[in-house]
Structures are given as C-alpha cells and as structure tokens.
C-alpha cells in the first residue's frame, strides 16, 4: 500500500502561489496521484489526476519527477477562497483501487 | 444527476441504538465508499465495495455493517451505537476502471452524534 506524507499546514497570502509536495516513496507501476480538496462541512472534491510529468487543468498543476516518489500540487494565484485541505491520494491498484485518505494539507490563505 | 445522495443530514442517537445510514449514487458507478472524518482528522475508510454484492473491510470497520445489493445504494448499519462512532460520515462513489480514472464523487455527509 503506497502511503502518503505530507506537510500538515502551509499558510500563504492573497495572490501567491501555492506548492504543496506529497511523498509517496512506495507507488506501484501502475498506480495514479490524485488530489482532493476539502472545505469545513463539505465532502472532497477532485482537483487532480495524474501519471507523470506535468499535468494542469483549470484549477492547478501537479509536477511529478521521473522517479514518481513524490508529486507536487501547485495552485496559481490563491484566493480567501482557497482556504481548505488538501488530500494527496495514491490509487492503489493492487488493493482494488481503494481510497485512502492521509491527513491532508491545511492551507490557510491570508488577506 | 444528483450524483451521491445521502440521508440523513443529521442525526442524534442514544448509545446502544441502531440506525442505517443510506448512500445512493446515480452515476452507475462500481465503486462506492464509506469515511468517517472525526473533528480535525483526516478520512478513515469504513468499508468500500468494488460492485453490486462484493464488499470488503477498510481501515476502521468495528461496529459497522455494509451491504450492496444494487449498484445504486450502499447503505451502512450502525448496530449497538457507542459514542466513539460520533462523526461525520461520507459516501462516495467512483468508476474505478483500469488505470486513472479513479475521480471520487462525495456525499454532503451526515453528521452523527452519539449520547
């Protein structure tokens, strides 16, 4: 089961960018990041998916190296908004793509 | 699509009670989930099921009952309630098919609390 580690809270401000990295030493061959986004009393949301290298889609990028034991989720220009957790999930095929949730990121931006 | 539909929103039980939380999902998807997120805490996967009557245990399923009987619903029972199970519940549900596309959609939660 690839476990994930990530950093329990990042604080930014109103504007900036925000990089929040995942390691994930034990991924499979076949196995994809995803990350998910959490607002107080509200179930995730998917963000992102992705295999390797780069992929970015209206809301952020993830940046994963060749050797894939780490990902980086990158947020553009955060708002108040984005004030969340953030989830780095690795899908692992092996246990039937089962869902497991780590302790998430707490971003917290600033005016 | 209302996507992952779960009732009810909230709910006080006595300890020792009985209850059925219900999870209904109208994607068509194989996989459906169950979490529970304690205050502050991250998800803890309860049970998950990859199809209409396969089930199995995740990292939490003391205390707790699943059955899938359609590819709709995956209701989950609550037998004997203990103030410990006080928490926010989530269902979800994905494709989970081949490779990627494990994009989860979640329920707005019930919020549980045992006395």
């Known amino acids: 089961l690839a476990k994930t580690t990530q950093p329990i809270s990042m604080d930014s401000y109103e504007g900036q960018e925000v990089n929040i990295t995942c390691s994930h030493n034990?991924?499979?061959?076949?196995?994809?990041i995803t990350w998910y986004q959490q607002f107080p009393s509200q179930g995730p949301r998917f963000i992102i998916q992705?295999?390797?290298t780069k992929v970015t889609n209206e809301v952020a990028s993830l940046f994963i190296p060749a050797d894939r034991k780490s990902s980086t989720l990158s947020l553009p220009r955060v708002s108040l908004s984005d004030t969340a957790v953030y989830y780095c999930?690795?899908?692992?095929?092996?246990?039937?793509?089962?869902?497991?949730f780590g302790g998430g990121t707490r971003v917290l931006v600033k005016p | 699509n209302a996507g992952v539909t779960q009732t009810p929103k909230f709910r006080i039980l006595k300890i020792g009670q009985s209850m059925t939380l219900q999870c209904t999902q109208d994607?068509?998807?194989?996989?459906m989930y169950w979490y529970r997120q304690d205050p502050g805490m991250g998800l803890k996967l309860i049970y998950y099921?990859?199809?209409?009557?396969i089930t199995d245990k995740g990292e939490v399923p003391n205390g707790y009952n699943v059955s899938r009987s359609t590819t709709e619903d995956f209701p989950l029972r609550l037998e004997l309630a203990a103030p410990s199970q006080t928490s926010v519940y989530f269902c979800?549900?994905?494709?989970?098919w081949g490779t990627g596309n494990t994009e989860a959609f979640f329920g707005q939660g019930t919020r549980l609390t045992v006395v």
């Open positions: 979800a549900s994905s494709k989970g």
């Open positions: 994607m068509n998807h194989n996989y």
């Open positions: 099921s990859v199809g209409a009557g």
């Open positions: 034990n991924i499979a061959t076949n196995d994809y």
């Open positions: 992705g295999y390797k």
């Open positions: 999930l690795v899908n692992d095929q092996a246990a039937g793509n089962k869902l497991t």
